[in-house]
């Protein structure tokens, strides 16, 4: 599945998140599915609803630690299809 770079995203309802250890816990209250993400996942997770669309994501990502935007890109939708996969995100 390839998304759109500028395709709006946005969280499913019923999602808990907890952060432990630099790693964070993603619980899908419905499924009751848990899906573990590093400490960067859980930044871009934290950020969805400002930066609604895989471009804008990356972008963010991109000034806040200076990785190339391209290689951020990539990343990042990788990440966002992972995120779609698991039930946890959505096309708004």
């Known amino acids: ?6 395709q709006t995203l946005r969280r499913r309802e019923n999602i808990e998140t907890a952060e432990l250890d630099g790693e964070w816990l993603l619980l899908n209250i419905d499924t009751h599915a848990i899906t573990k993400v590093n400490e960067l996942g859980g930044y871009i997770w934290s950020i969805i609803p400002d930066y609604p669309s895989v471009t804008e994501l990356a972008e963010k990502v991109h000034t806040e630690y200076g990785v190339e ?24």
Request: aromatic share 4%.
């Open 1 to 6: 599945m390839t998304i759109l770079a500028d």
């Open 69 to 92: 935007m391209e290689v951020v890109l990539v990343d990042v939708q990788a990440f966002v299809e992972m995120l779609i996969e698991a039930g946890l995100l959505i096309h708004a």
